[in-house]
Structure formats: structure tokens, C-alpha cells
Nanobody
Framework: QVQLVESGGGLVQPGGSLRLSCTSS???????MGWYRQAPGKQRELVAT???????NYADSVKGRFTISRDNNKNTAYLEMNSLKPEDTAVYFC?????????WGQGTQVTVSS
């Protein structure tokens, strides 16, 4: 079974930065990678995706503040988060996908609060 492990979450003040990492137990070279988040009482939403061809897509709410990237040699995807806002508070999930292939990590908590 493929395992995705997120790390880098934590407590940060508004305006601060965090860098999340997602490492897969399998190769990610031919898969799309993505970050999603879910706040309490809210639906899970897309944050950012990066295809195997390295095209990217961002939610409007994070454009200009977040950057998704990948290092295929390390089987790792990253999410650099800058200028964090309280509304960014959520559990962030990593996703590795292609067609019927769909694997999720357990999530890492990001809390933005003063």
C-alpha cells in the first residue's frame, strides 16, 4: 500500500511562513500531486496541484502566497506557505493521483493564530 506522509505543520503567527512536505513510499514521477485542506465544519478544498509535467494550479485564496513544487528524486511534494492568514488554519492533506489511482496522506495541522 502506498503511504504518503506529511510534515511541517504547526502553529504560526499571522504573516508567518511554513513549508509542508509530503513524501511518498512510491515513485511520484508519473503522478499528479496536490495539497488540500479541511477546516473544522468545512468541506475539503483544493489548495494547489502540480502535474507530472509540472503545470500548477492554485485556489484563488492562496494565489501569490503559496507555492507548490516537487522533487521526483526524493518522491516529495512541497507546499511553501507565506503571508499566512488565520483563515488558512486547517488540516492539510497530500494527494498522489492518476486516473483510478488516488492516495491520501493522514494530514498535518496548520494553525495560524496570534
Amino acid at each position: 500500500q502506498v503511504q504518503l506522509v506529511e510534515s511541517g505543520g504547526g502553529l504560526v503567527q499571522p504573516g508567518g511562513s511554513l513549508r509542508l512536505s509530503c513524501t511518498s513510499s512510491a515513485s511520484i514521477s508519473w503522478y499528479n500531486m496536490g495539497w488540500y485542506r479541511q477546516a473544522p465544519g468545512k468541506q475539503r478544498e483544493l489548495v494547489a496541484t502540480i502535474s507530472y509535467g509540472r503545470s500548477t494550479n492554485y485556489a484563488d485564496s492562496v494565489k501569490g502566497r503559496f507555492t507548490i513544487s516537487r522533487d521526483n528524486n526524493k518522491n516529495t511534494a512541497y507546499l511553501e506557505m507565506n503571508s499566512l492568514k488565520p483563515e488558512d488554519t486547517a488540516v492539510y492533506f497530500c494527494r498522489q493521483s492518476y486516473k483510478n489511482y488516488d492516495h491520501w496522506g493522514q494530514g498535518t495541522q496548520v494553525t495560524v493564530s496570534s
